[in-house]
C-alpha cells in the first residue's frame, strides 16, 4: 500500500459511505461511467491521430499522383491533376497570379495583397501561424509554402494531416525564376510557366546590357530605420540589388543584421534604398531623419539621394523583376535616357500573343 | 483546516471535471470553421454502433486531428503548468512563486532551443533539454535566494527575476546569431502557442510524464501541508525534508519541462490558478493539487478557445491571452486579499 494512504493521507468517515443510498451511488456510477467512456473515446480520437484512416478514401476516385522532390529535398506526392491551392505565402500567392492559375487559388495568407484582388480570396492567418483548421476546411490538395517565411512545424502538421505541401526556397533571382517555372509545371501551367520566364530573363538580360558600362552604386538597403535594419549578402534582396547596377554596403553572412549607425557613417553608401507600398511615407521617414545626429552626416542623406522603390522587391515572386527595373531606373537614369522607346517595343513584339496573364504581368513596370 | 475526506475530495473535483467538460465542448464547438457538438456526437454514437460515419473527411480532420487535440494537449499544459505552480509555491514558501515568475520557464526554452540548434531532429532531445534548463534554473534561483542559509522570500524573488532576464537575453543573443533562418517561428513559439500540433510520439510522453509527475507531487501533499509551518516545526512533526523538498523541485521542474517543450512559456498560469483554487478550497494540498490540475486545464482550454476566436481565422499566441487575462486577476486577487 502507498505510504500515503497508510499515514492517514485521507480521514475515512465510515459515516459517508453508509449514508449514500442506493439511488444515490447509481446516479454517481452512471456519471462515473459517462466521464469514463468521454475520456476513453477522447483518448481513442487522440491516438487515432498517429494512423491515417484509409477507410475514407475508397469512396473517392483515387487520383493520378505525381511524386516529386521540392525545393528543400522533400519527396511530396502531388495529384497530377491540382485543382485547389493554397498559398502560404505572398510571393507564392503573386507567382500563381502571375502564372495566371488565380481561378484554382482557393486560400490566402493575412499578408497576401497583390494583386489587389488577392485580398478577396479566403483567408487562412498569418504564415507563421496559419489556422489550419481553416485550411482543412478549404480542401486543398496541395498547399504552397516557402522555407524563409513558413515554420517546419507548419509543414510538418500538414503531413500528418495528409496534404500535399510543396516547399520553394528561392535565394538569389535566378532562383525565383527557376522556382518559378518549377511551380508552373506542377500545377500544369507549363507553357504560361515558360513564357512568363523567359520574358523576365529577357527583361534582365536587357538591363544587364544597359548597365554593363555603369559602376555599380554602392548602397544601404534599409529594411528597418529604427533600429536600421538592412541586408545581408546572402538575400535575394542583395542578389537582386546586385542585378540592378548596386551593391549593398552591408556585407555580412547574417540575413537581417542589425546595423550600428556609426558603421554606416563609415561605410558612406551613395544612395538609400528605400522599399515601401507607400512611398510618400519613406518620403516622411526620410525627412525626419535628415534632422537626426548620425543620419545627418551621411553623404547620401545631406544629397537627399534616396530612392524609393516597390516594396515587390521584398518577395521573390516575377514581380520582383520590376520592382529590379526600377531600382536600376533610378540608380542610372543616364543608361535609360538613351532610348527607352525602343525598348518597350521590343518587349512587346517578343512576347507570344497568347499568354494574356504573362503579358500583363510581365510589362508591367511596377505595380504600387 | 478541516479534515479532508475522499468524499469531500471527489465532490470538489467532480464539480471542476463538471465545468472541465462544458469548456471542452465550448472549445470544440467554438473557432474558426464552425462545427455543430451534436453533428460530431451522433456521428461518433454512429461509429459505435459499427456505422459508417457520414461525417466529411475534412469536417472529420479538423474535430478529430485539430481541434480534440489542440484541446487535449491544453487541458495536459495547463495541469502541468498549474501542478509546478502548486509545487513551487510549497517547495519555496512563497505564495508569488511560479515557472514563469522564478525564470523556470526561461530556462526550459533555453534548454529546448539548444537542442533544436544542436540537433533539430531527435524527438526526445527537447523535452529532455528543456527539463535540464528548468531543473538547472531553479537549483541556480534556490541557491542564489538564500541568505545565510535560510531561504529569504524577497531574495528569491529577485534571484528568479534576474535569472528570468539573463536567460531571456541568452535566448535573444542564440536566436539573432545562431538560429538563422528559423527564429520567426522560435519567436512566435517562446510567446505560449498551441497551434502546433503534438508529434504523435511526443503524445504519450507527454501523458506518461503529467502523471508521473503529479502523482509524485501529490504523494508528498501531506508533508506540504506540515511543510507550510515551518521547515523545523515540520522536521520535529517527522517529515523527510530533504526526500521531499527533492521529489517535489524534480517533479515540478520535470512538468515545466515538458509543458514548455511542447507549448512555449505561457505565464502566469501556474501563478493565477493554484491561488484561485487556495480562495475557493483552501490551502489542504492534498486537496489544491488535484484541484489545480484541473483549474489549470480550464484555464488553458478556455485562453486557447479565446486565442482561436478573437480575430479568427488569425491565431493569437495563448500566452499573450493569459498574461492579459491573468494580471488584473492577480491584482484584484491582492488587493482584495490585502483589505
Known sequence: MPRFFSRGFFIVKKTTGRKLNHRKQGFRGALALALQLTLLTAAQAWAQGATPQPAQKTDVPIPAVQEVTDETGRQVKIPQAVRRIVSLAPSLTETIYALGAQDRLVGVTDYCDYPPEAQLKPKIGGPINPNLEQLVALKPDLVLVTKSLNRRETVEALERLGIATYATDPRTVEGMLASTARLAELIGAREQGKTLVAGLRARLAELKRLLATHPARRVLFVVWHEPLISIGRDTFLAAALRLAGAESVADTTQDWPRLALEEVVRLQPDYLVFASSHADESERNFEALRSRPGWRSLEAVRQRRLVVISDAVNRPSPRLVAAIEELARQLHPEAFDAKPETRDEKNETRQPKKATAAKRWGSRPCGR | ?339
Open chain 2, 1 to 339: 483546516m478541516r479534515p479532508l475526506t475522499v468524499h469531500r475530495l471527489l465532490w470538489k473535483c467532480s464539480i471542476l471535471a463538471v465545468v472541465l467538460l462544458a469548456v471542452m465542448l465550448l472549445a470544440l464547438k467554438l473557432g474558426a470553421v464552425p462545427i455543430s457538438v451534436t453533428d460530431v456526437l451522433l456521428d461518433l454514437g454512429r461509429v459505435v454502433l459499427g456505422q459508417r460515419g457520414q461525417l466529411s473527411t475534412e469536417y472529420r480532420l479538423i474535430v478529430f486531428e485539430l481541434r480534440l487535440p489542440r484541446i487535449l494537449l491544453g487541458i495536459m499544459v495547463g495541469a502541468a503548468l498549474s501542478v509546478a505552480g502548486a509545487g513551487f509555491q510549497a517547495l519555496l514558501r512563497n505564495p508569488l512563486a511560479d515557472p514563469y515568475v522564478l525564470g523556470v520557464s526561461s530556462g526550459a526554452a533555453l534548454g529546448a532551443i539548444l537542442s533544436l540548434i544542436a540537433s533539430p531532429h531527435v524527438p526526445l532531445a527537447t523535452p529532455l533539454a528543456a527539463f535540464a534548463g528548468a531543473g538547472l534554473t531553479i537549483a541556480a534561483v534556490y541557491f542564489l535566494g538564500r541568505r545565510e542559509g535560510q531561504l529569504d522570500s524577497g531574495t528569491l524573488l529577485l534571484a528568479g527575476i534576474i535569472a528570468a532576464s539573463f536567460l531571456s537575453a541568452v535566448i535573444m543573443f542564440l536566436m539573432t546569431t545562431l538560429a538563422g533562418r528559423d527564429s520567426r517561428g522560435m519567436a512566435f513559439w517562446l510567446m505560449g502557442d498551441l497551434s502546433t500540433p503534438l508529434p504523435p510520439g511526443m503524445r504519450w510522453i507527454f501523458v506518461v510524464g503529467l502523471l508521473a509527475a503529479t502523482a509524485a507531487i501529490y504523494s508528498t501533499a501531506a508533508d506540504l501541508n506540515l511543510l507550510l509551518t515551518g521547515e523545523r516545526e515540520a522536521m520535529h512533526l517527522g517529515v523527510h525534508i530533504t526526500r521531499v523538498k527533492l521529489v517535489v523541485y524534480i517533479a515540478a521542474s520535470g512538468l515545466t519541462g515538458l509543458a514548455v517543450s511542447v507549448s512555449g512559456a505561457i505565464g502566469y498560469v501556474g501563478l493565477l490558478v493554484p491561488h484561485l483554487m487556495r480562495l475557493l478550497f483552501g490551502t489542504d494540498y492534498r486537496l489544491l493539487i488535484p484541484t489545480s490540475a484541473l483549474g489549470g486545464a480550464i484555464t488553458i482550454v478556455l485562453a486557447d478557445t479565446l486565442a482561436r476566436t478573437v480575430v479568427a481565422p488569425t491565431e493569437l499566441p495563448v500566452g499573450a491571452m493569459t498574461a492579459m487575462a491573468g494580471a488584473p486577476v492577480f491584482i484584484y486577487l491582492l488587493r482584495r486579499r490585502l483589505r
